[in-house]
């Protein structure tokens, strides 16, 4: 049987089974629209950001016709409302990537204010002159800048973690630099944007653990992809942005351990994040209001909280599911096209809903546009990954990227624009 979604409501709440992409599809408005004068919309681009199904739509739309207020300091009945909704999202967070409690739950502006917030708050306090913070070679720039900047301002060292032939994260040299270097923080993203890489997550955290090593998680690919649990992993920070997820721009989370959280000086200063501010000294909130400084996003985070519904409805092991069938695939097919060089891991299950590749020498922005002319929305260009474009020795490639709402004939019209570009550029 299906798992049947329509309308934003379920029919079934059964989870492990096909997802009912046809029904799935009718629940998100803009799948309807016509592009380049008659081209139905392929859209392949969901790393980047998702779409918004009606029912987050209908979310926002909702709180700011019947309940906008500002939260947590009216008595009258919207604050009180605006105050609940609001809350009730991190309440859905939590038990989304089954957090112990519901202080250990940031609402930021998206991934990247996640990152730089332990960066400065965290790093500001805990790195010093001449250790080490580790990344990866694949890392978002979200996930390299702000070390950057911190390692200049301490004088310390940023050390990246290579990775074999098809992109695996390599365990070996892993461990040679948590033993050599004085690492004292790991951060790492737990899939590639760009080659769809999963790491070994909870081995990579394990090893940094028994050298006393915390951890943070680049999850903005990961969590609206598969099943996260921080308990099961362990780490300390966790990142990532409702926009991937089905959710509003402009809301992130961080999830931290609550006992590192109470130990972080705040990273904002301003409303919200006061207990009693006298003239020249100020006591903090509680957690984790300490950091959530000034009027928060709140429709947004409402809206936030429908796509968790969404999601919930659905089960991230059916996601998973999908996706891993999507790659599998679209893979296959891309592999009879002469020329083609996919980048990342060979197996679909190692990798997320993520494939880059290039095609001859055929410029990423071309293919592109190409594809653009027939409606199909991919990626061209570095995809905020530079420091892996180098090493993959290109100045971009293309991607292409999935999510609950892809099926097999966008795939077929993107494999046979892959076949006309070809055929235009003559390789
Ligand atoms: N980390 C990873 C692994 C990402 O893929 C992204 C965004 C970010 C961090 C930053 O997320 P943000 O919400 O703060 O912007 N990745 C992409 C992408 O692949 N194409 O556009 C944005």
Redesign the pocket.
């Known amino acids: 049987m299906n798992l049947v979604i329509g309308g934003g409501k379920c029919l079934s709440r059964q989870r492990n089974q096909d997802l009912n992409v046809a029904l799935i599809r009718e629940d998100f408005p803009i799948l309807k629209r016509v592009l380049r004068g008659n081209r139905k919309l392929v859209y392949l681009d969901n ?3 998702t779409q918004k199904p009606l029912s987050v739509i209908d979310a926002i739309s909702n709180y700011y016709k019947n309940h906008n207020s500002n939260i947590h300091r009216g008595v009258h009945q919207l604050a009180e409302e605006a105050t609940i909704q609001y809350e009730s999202t991190r309440e859905k967070v939590r038990k989304f990537i089954n957090a112990r409690s519901q202080d250990e739950i940031i609402f930021t502006r ?4 996640a990152i730089n917030l332990i960066a400065y708050s965290w790093g500001s306090k805990n790195i010093g002159k001449n250790d080490c913070i580790l990344i990866t070679e694949f ?2 720039h ?2 390299i800048v702000p070390w950057q900047m911190l390692a200049q301002e301490k004088n310390c060292n940023l050390e990246y973690v290579g990775m074999d032939e098809d992109g695996n994260f390599d365990l070996v040299e892993y461990q040679e630099l948590i033993n050599l270097n004085r690492v004292k923080l790991v951060s790492i ?1 737990q ?3 760009v080659l769809g890489t999963i790491v070994p997550i909870n081995r990579i955290i394990k090893m940094a653990h028994e050298r006393g090593i915390p951890v943070l998680v ?1 999850a ?2 990961s969590v609206p992809h598969m099943e996260v649990d921080v308990q099961e992993m362990d780490c300390e920070f966790l990142a990532f ?1 409702a ?2 997820m089905l959710g509003p721009t402009g809301v ?1 989370v961080l999830y931290v351990k609550r006992e590192i959280l109470a130990n972080m000086p705040p990273f904002l200063g301003g409303g919200d994040m006061i207990k009693e501010v006298d003239k020249y000294n100020t006591s903090y909130n509680e957690l984790p209001y300490k950091f959530e400084a000034g009027t928060p996003n709140i429709a947004d985070v409402v809206g936030f909280g429908a796509s968790i519904d969404y999601l919930n409805r659905i089960g991230m092991s059916a996601v998973r599911t999908h996706e891993i069938d999507l790659v599998r695939y679209t893979m296959e097919r891309m592999r009879d096209i002469e020329g083609i060089t996919i980048y990342g891991p060979l197996q679909p299950s190692a990798r997320g809903g993520v494939i880059a590749f290039n095609l001859g020498d055929i410029h990423p922005h071309d293919l592109a546009t190409i594809m653009d002319d027939r409606g199909i929305a991919i ?1 061209s260009g570095h ?2 990954a530079q420091v892996l474009m180098r090493r993959l020795q290109v100045s971009a490639t293309s991607r292409v990227s999935f999510y609950i709402y892809n099926n097999k004939e966008e795939i077929d019209l993107f494999v046979q624009a892959l076949y006309d570009a070809r055929r235009l550029f003559k390789i």
Request: aromatic share 0%.
């Open positions: 790393a980047a950001t998206n991934t990247t204010e890392e978002h979200s996930n993203s899939m590639s944007n680049d903005a690919q942005s926009h991937k992130g990626r995809h905020c």
